[in-house]
Every structure is written in structure tokens, then in C-alpha cells.
T-cell receptor
Framework: GAVVSQHPSRVICKSGTSVKIECRSL??????MFWYRQFPKKSLMLMAT?????????EQGVEKDKFLINHASLTLSTLTVTSAHPEDSSFYIC?????????FGPGTRLLVL | AQSVTQLDSQVPVFEEAPVELRCNYS??????LFWYVQYPNQGLQLLLK??????LVKGINGFEAEFNKSQTSFHLRKPSVHISDTAEYFC?????????????FGQGTILTVHP
């Protein structure tokens, strides 16, 4: 089946720094990718929709200046957490929309100290 | 807007026993319903989905789910589980239309199969 990768799988950073997470569709092209966030013992929450060649659309309550999304090619979307703080620590999951279904990456665990 | 509730956070079961993971949804519009499975250190995998038609949906690995509109439920079942079914299971809903691909997830149910 289709594969979506994320890099890095886990990252630890200091408060105030920025962290970039990559999401790649390895064997198909995806004009649309999604970014989700998962809090401990809670469900995945959709953060934004990443559209190739255009601006991302953010869900209500998600700060677009804090979570910068770039979808520069049909196989790559990036999420940059700017000026990260401990409350940004979470599990970030991306997905890519294929022809008939959605394929998920394995997730990136971010810990901000 | 829609919401999804998974009624059990953890379900322990013995190998070869039947299992049911419960999911209820609420929505002001028609929804598509999904079950995903997540194994450790892997991405979510689609088990099955209900879009329309027959209310009994069969998926991979012997799982099936039944869409019940009157009870707004989409419970996942398997008649005989294996150790390898141990994983976290997520129920999700999508409104379709302009919300195509945007999933609302339940809280997840951890299924643990004991020998």
C-alpha cells in the first residue's frame, strides 16, 4: 500500500526554538495533506489542511503564525512549530490524500523543554 | 460539525474470543465513517469504511462494522481475535463535500489480546 513518512520521528528542543517536521508521500503524489495533533490519551485533532501550491487552511483555534505549513511539492509538506513552548509538546501526525483513501504517517513526537 | 465517541478506552480480551469496540457519532449532516488501527511506531491503517449502501461493512483482518443510523453507532466487531490484533483502534467520521478528507476522530480504544 501507499506509504507516508515523517521526519524526524521524535525531537527534543529548547523553549523558544523552532522545529520543522517533514511529511512525505513516498510512492504517490498528494495535492492535499493534513496535519493532526494528538494529546496524551486523547483523540487526533485536525490542525490544518495543506494544499500543494497554495496557502494552508487552518482549523478554528489553531494559530497559523505558530504552526507554519508549506506544501512545496506534490510529495512533501512541512510543519514548522515556531518559538516552541512546553505546551506545544505533542504527537504530530500527517496524512496524505490518495486517489481513494487517506494514508497516515507514523507521527513525530515533539518534546519542548 | 460532528463528534465521535469511543465508549471504551481499553478492552482486554483473551485470544480467540469475540470482541466489540464501540463507537457513537453525532452529526447534523450525513457522514462517512471509518475505523483505523494503529500498531506501535506505525501510521494509522484503514480497517474499513462506510460510505453508503449496505450497513454491514467488512474490512481487513476479519473485522466488520455495522452502521446503525437510528442509534448513531458504528461498532467494530471480530468473531475471534488473535494476539496480533493488539493495537489501538480509532473510529472517525467525515462530513464529505468541502470537508472531504477532514476526519474527526474518537479518543481511541486500546485492544489487548491475552494468550
Amino acid at each position: 500500500g501507499a506509504v507516508v513518512s515523517q521526519h524526524p520521528s521524535r525531537v527534543i528542543c529548547k523553549s523558544g526554538t523552532s522545529v520543522k517536521i517533514e511529511c512525505r508521500s513516498l510512492d504517490f503524489q498528494a495535492t492535499t495533506m493534513f496535519w493532526y495533533r494528538q494529546f496524551p490519551k486523547k483523540s487526533l485533532m485536525l490542525m490544518a489542511t495543506s494544499n500543494e501550491g497554495s496557502k494552508a487552511t487552518y482549523e478554528q483555534g489553531v494559530e497559523k503564525d505558530k504552526f507554519l505549513i508549506n506544501h512545496a511539492s506534490l510529495t512533501l509538506s512541512t510543519l514548522t512549530v515556531t518559538s516552541a513552548h512546553p505546551e506545544d509538546s505533542s504527537f504530530y501526525i500527517c496524512s496524505a490524500l490518495g486517489a481513494e483513501t487517506q494514508y497516515f504517517g507514523p507521527g513525530t513526537r515533539l518534546l519542548v523543554l | 460539525a460532528q463528534s465521535v465517541t469511543q465508549l471504551d478506552s481499553q478492552v482486554p480480551v483473551f485470544e480467540e474470543a469475540p470482541v466489540e469496540l464501540r463507537c457513537n457519532y453525532s452529526s447534523s449532516v450525513s457522514v462517512y465513517l471509518f475505523w483505523y488501527v494503529q500498531y506501535p511506531n506505525q501510521g494509522l491503517q484503514l480497517l474499513l469504511k462506510y460510505l453508503s449502501g449496505s450497513t454491514l461493512v467488512k474490512g481487513i483482518n476479519g473485522f466488520e462494522a455495522e452502521f446503525n443510523k437510528s442509534q448513531t453507532s458504528f461498532h467494530l466487531r471480530k468473531p475471534s481475535v488473535h494476539i496480533s490484533d493488539t493495537a489501538e483502534y480509532f473510529c472517525a467520521a467525515e462530513a464529505g463535500g468541502t470537508s472531504y478528507g477532514k476526519l474527526t476522530f474518537g479518543q481511541g480504544t486500546i485492544l489487548t489480546v491475552h494468550p
